[in-house]
């Protein structure tokens, strides 16, 4: 157990700046034009969630048995948006108007 | 591989290279690996909800981005009180361990009551589960599901963090305190990273 507390403390007001900095830079990323925007909202809070996991939960300085756990539900779950998309190419956009329009009247 | 099995072979094949460092540690990541594919299938879902939607409301109008901020830097800063209670353990500081412990928990508290404030405040604006003024209807539905099983995994571990706190008081040994507020640790800092997510996904894109 000893070796557990071995190593040394990663600067975890670091990790902390460099959150808060993302998290302000990701509110500035919604003001930008939508389709350029996307990309990068989704790159920073992966890099967020990335700088949670590493040093906040030490997968970093962990064995390597906890990272595979924690990295196979984000395959499923990347897996399960692809699984989702016939769910949304094959049928038309639907709207509430359009919903209300086909419903069987009284 | 312990001692115990070097001078009694026969007693222990439990334990073999193989063996964790921390059983707990392994069990609450198993655990939360579970949790992260339940989230996974709400936000992939909400994900094909929306594409398929000719009506989506824009989130950030209507759900506002001040408010899911600051409770994002609120779980930011109780990540941080957090690992530092586990540092404080480490060092031998019980006393600052529990401080740091209670502060994350105002934390958590106070990220709930403003998730308390911001859901009054929609459903007064009249957002319900199936309908809403402004468009799709399962907008409600997926923005109250996803946030309001996040606050539950807030919820819980408030009370999971006080147990670990009143326990620390209570058996004041540093290997046992240390594997207790570690294991508590990794499920809160995966109840902030889901946040992160839901950030992210649910009011700013």
Known sequence: ?????????????????????????????????????????????????????????????????????????????????????????????????SAKAAAPKP | MSEVALHHPGVEPAESPLTPESWGKLGMWIFLAGDAVGFGVLLASYGAARASSGDWPPPAVHLGINIPGIMTFLLICSSVTMVKALEAIRLGRLGA???????????????????????????????????NPWGAALFGASFFIITGFHGLHVTGGVIYLGVVTAAISRFPDREYDYMITEVAGLYWHFVDLVWIMVFTLIYLL
């Open chain 2, 97 to 131: 361990a529990r401080r740091f412990l209670l502060m994350t928990i105002a934390g958590g508290l106070l990220f709930l009551g403003m998730q308390g404030y911001e859901w009054t405040h929609l459903i007064e604006q009249g957002m319900r589960m199936f309908g």
């Open chain 1, 1 to 97: 157990m000893a070796d557990t507390h071995a190593h040394k403390s990663p600067n975890y007001m670091a990790v902390w700046a460099w959150l808060a900095i993302l998290t302000v830079l990701e509110i500035g990323a919604y003001f930008m034009p939508p389709p350029s925007k996307y990309p990068i909202l989704l790159a920073l809070a992966l890099a967020k969630a990335a700088l949670v996991a590493l040093y906040f939960m030490h997968l970093r300085f962990d064995v390597k048995t906890l990272s595979a756990i924690a990295v196979t539900p984000l395959l499923i779950a990347t897996l399960l948006v692809f699984f989702l998309m016939p769910d949304h190419r094959g049928v038309e956009h639907r709207t509430a108007e």
